[in-house]
């Protein structure tokens, strides 16, 4: 992160370039992308999107983030506790996740420890393997280079976007967490 001053990038709206099939089209010497074009403010092709952090990220990463620390690999450090906390597993990283959201296949089938799926029925397996990889992928991806990597810091637009996934994937344990309560309050 760049503390509070924001990078080039932060005010620069998503630009509408070619389609893949568009370059395809092109002869190969024509490949190279176009320089990025900024629409107009209050154009169809600009939007910005607004949300609230899960409280348990915010309450992780607001004060290291205004800082300009990184609030990032603390955020989900806290998605890594979480599962292990609803788990009981005392793994970390990709390991965990693929230990708690996945599957065992093989007679007899086991279930994932936890689900943090909306689907039911026909989808349900494709979305928790879904979800699964997500929380593999957010582990090795975003949570690894912060904790092992070098001390690099994000920009703060790309920052911001991590901390919202951080933030979808501990809503997405809450799912998890209500049945937990269910079950402890009994019938």
Same mark, same amino acid.
């Given at each position: 992160?760049?503390?509070?001053?924001?990078?080039?990038?932060?005010?620069?709206?998503?630009?509408?370039?070619?389609?893949?099939?568009?370059?395809?089209?092109?002869?190969?010497?024509?490949?190279?992308?176009?320089?990025?074009?900024?629409?107009?403010? /209050? =154009?169809? &092709?600009?939007?910005?999107?607004?949300?609230?952090?899960?409280?348990?990220? !915010?309450?992780? @990463?607001?004060?290291?983030?205004?800082?300009?620390?990184?609030?990032?690999?603390?955020?989900?450090?806290?998605?890594?506790?979480?599962?292990?906390?609803?788990?009981?597993?005392?793994?970390?990283?990709?390991?965990?996740?693929?230990?708690?959201?996945?599957?065992?296949?093989?007679?007899?089938?086991?279930?994932?420890?936890?689900?943090?799926?909306?689907?039911?029925? /026909? =989808?349900? &397996?494709?979305?928790?393997?879904?979800?699964?990889?997500?929380?593999?992928? !957010?582990?090795? @991806?975003?949570?690894?280079?912060?904790?092992?990597?070098?001390?690099?810091?994000?920009?703060?637009?790309?920052?911001?976007?991590?901390?919202?996934?951080?933030?979808?994937?501990?809503?997405?344990?809450?799912?998890?967490?209500?049945?937990?309560?269910?079950?402890?309050?009994?019938?």
């Amino acid at each position: 992160m760049l503390g509070p001053q924001r990078a080039e990038a932060d005010n620069r709206p998503f630009a509408k370039g070619r389609t893949v099939h568009e370059y395809f089209a092109l002869p190969v010497q024509a490949v190279t992308p176009p320089a990025p074009v900024t629409p107009a403010a /209050g =154009s169809p &092709e600009t939007m910005s999107v607004t949300c609230d952090l899960h409280p348990l990220i !915010a309450k992780v @990463a607001a004060e290291r983030f205004n800082s300009g620390l990184d609030a990032v690999a603390l955020a989900f450090q806290e998605v890594e506790h979480r599962v292990q906390t609803l788990t009981g597993v005392n793994e970390i990283g990709e390991k965990l996740m693929g230990i708690a959201l996945g599957a065992k296949s093989g007679p007899p089938r086991v279930a994932p420890q936890i689900t943090v799926t909306w689907s039911t029925g /026909g =989808s349900l &397996e494709s979305e928790q393997n879904g979800m699964q990889f997500l929380f593999k992928g !957010a582990m090795g @991806a975003l949570r690894n280079p912060r904790m092992h990597g070098p001390d690099a810091k994000d920009a703060r637009d790309e920052a911001e976007e991590m901390l919202v996934i951080a933030s979808f994937l501990m809503r997405r344990l809450d799912i998890e967490d209500d049945k937990h309560k269910a079950a402890a309050s009994g019938p």
